[in-house]
T-cell receptor, first 114, second 115 residues
């Protein structure tokens, strides 16, 4: 049973558009929420991460919005570019977990058309 | 160049064979992890290790085994008991399991195919 639910499974967006990916979690002990980007045949790489003490974090064209009461967080990709075409995974963990384990969502395949 | 290396990139296994996937890191990280990735299922944790000679089962450990004889190395063996081993396998590490943000660094992966 996945502890982090991610949607949509895939999305297609035109160049310059906004991509939005949503994640929801149940465990209120989670306090670290990273997003990973994965290109085909490669390992995932950390894109951006947020702690629940802030509601939004922005890095370039990528923004995480966090809603603690709703137990949801989302990734917005502004001005989407063809180079952003990849699979995106949200994840969650507890920084008190001495093993540092992450719970991953199922992933969203994003295709940006020219 | 610091990083995580996995080998081989592609691996083919016959039914009934055991195969070992290599994972090496020169980041001086304490914790290492093995994940399995299948389409539409995200990353599922197989095994993880915090220190040498100690490791723990993850969510889908059946049919897999690991060892941690050196801090830098965390090989994964896919045994013949694993009924459906065809998947993309990812190794990851973190600076220390007690690090504040649990950032995991991933290797390039090994794609295993059962013939």
């Amino acid at each position: 049973q996945q502890q982090v639910k991610q949607s949509p499974q895939s999305l297609i967006v035109q160049k310059g558009g906004i991509s939005i990916i949503n994640c929801a979690y149940e465990n209120t002990a989670f306090d670290y929420f990273p997003w990973y980007q994965q290109f085909p045949g490669k390992g995932p790489a950390l894109l951006i991460a947020i702690r629940p003490d802030v509601s939004e974090k922005k890095e370039g064209r990528f923004t995480i919005s966090f809603n603690k009461s709703a137990k949801q967080f989302s990734l917005h990709i502004m001005d989407s570019q063809p180079g952003d075409s990849a699979t995106y995974f949200c994840a969650a963990s507890m920084t008190t977990d001495s093993w540092g384990k992450l719970q991953f969502g199922a992933g969203t395949q994003v295709v940006v058309t020219p | 160049d610091g990083g995580i290396t996995q080998s081989p990139k592609y691996l083919f296994r016959k039914e009934g064979q055991n195969v070992t996937l290599s994972c090496e890191q020169n980041l001086n990280h304490d914790a290492m992890y093995w994940y399995r990735q299948d389409p539409g299922q995200g990353l599922r944790l197989i095994y993880y290790s915090q220190i040498v000679n100690d490791f723990q089962k993850g969510d889908i450990a059946e049919g897999y085994s690991v060892s941690r004889e050196k801090k830098e190395s965390f090989p994964l063996t896919v045994t013949s008991a694993q009924k459906n081993p065809t998947a993309f396998y990812l190794c990851a590490s973190t600076p220390g399991a007690l690090s504040s943000y649990n950032e995991q660094f991933f290797g390039p992966g090994t794609r295993l195919t059962v013939l």
